[in-house]
């Protein structure tokens, strides 16, 4: 069965740090896909990942993909307020299927 | 960069009824599109793959009666939840692959939060 694990599932974060949010998954695939949620509100596309050592940066916010380990990280720097959100990861299955991992959701306080 | 829009954006139904939502790719060709479902707090959980000109692909334990998806055009995907109950309650949301890209990214709708009473 395929497993797509986020973590950590909440994440509280002080404004001005460093934090990661890993996202492991149990089968091959050479994509990945980040996404943030904001409440209420539908996914907004972060990070397209199609090869192995890609990595992403846009502002705060860096994603990697390690498809060997089958590990994916993102990465923010400096935290902000409005960084609070959900970010979800999502493993590229086949056709464009994709399985999501359960979500992390953020807070940055000051 | 690709847009996909849903309609309606919200839709408040009486329990038996059937409610239909829309989803458009606006400014590309999409042979495959997505319905998911997502419970407050929870990922999405995907439904069934809608592809153009065909029957819609299920996932396990969704119910094809119940949930009916017609894909009649490259642009256009509706599902229809029939005899809807509150257990049907959910925030839906539609993406939609592009024919012409080079690789899988999904668009996604803004979504259609249906309540049920």
């Known amino acids: 069965e395929l497993k797509v694990e986020q973590n950590p599932l909440f994440l509280s974060m002080q404004e001005g740090k460093n934090y990661t949010i890993y996202c492991n998954y149990s089968?091959?695939?050479?994509?990945l896909y980040w996404y943030r949620q904001d409440p209420g509100k539908s996914l907004e596309s972060l990070f397209v990942?199609?090869?192995?050592?890609a990595v992403k940066q846009e502002g705060r916010l860096m994603a990697s993909l390690d498809t060997k380990a089958r590990l994916s990280t993102l990465h923010i720097t400096a935290a902000v307020h409005d960084l609070s959100a959900t970010y979800f990861c999502a493993v590229d299955l086949s056709w464009g299927k994709f399985q999501f991992g359960a979500g992390t959701q953020v807070v940055v306080t000051p | 960069g690709a847009v996909v829009s849903q309609h309606p954006s919200w839709v408040i139904c009486k329990s038996g009824t059937s409610v239909k939502i829309e989803c458009r790719s606006l400014d590309f060709q999409a042979t495959t599109m997505f319905w998911y479902r997502q419970f407050p707090k929870q990922s999405l959980m995907l439904m069934a793959t809608s592809n153009e000109g065909s029957k819609a692909t299920y996932e396990q334990g969704v119910e094809k009666d119940k949930f009916l998806i017609n894909h009649a055009s490259l642009t256009l995907s509706t599902l229809t939840v029939t005899s809807a109950h509150p257990e049907d309650s959910s925030f839906y949301i539609c993406?939609?692959?592009?024919?012409?890209?080079?690789?899988?990214?999904?668009?996604f709708g803004p979504g259609t939060r249906l309540t049920v009473l």
């Open positions: 990942l199609l090869s192995n050592g």
């Open positions: 089968t091959t695939s050479d994509r």
């Open positions: 993406s939609a692959r592009d024919s012409g890209g080079t690789y899988n990214e999904q668009f």
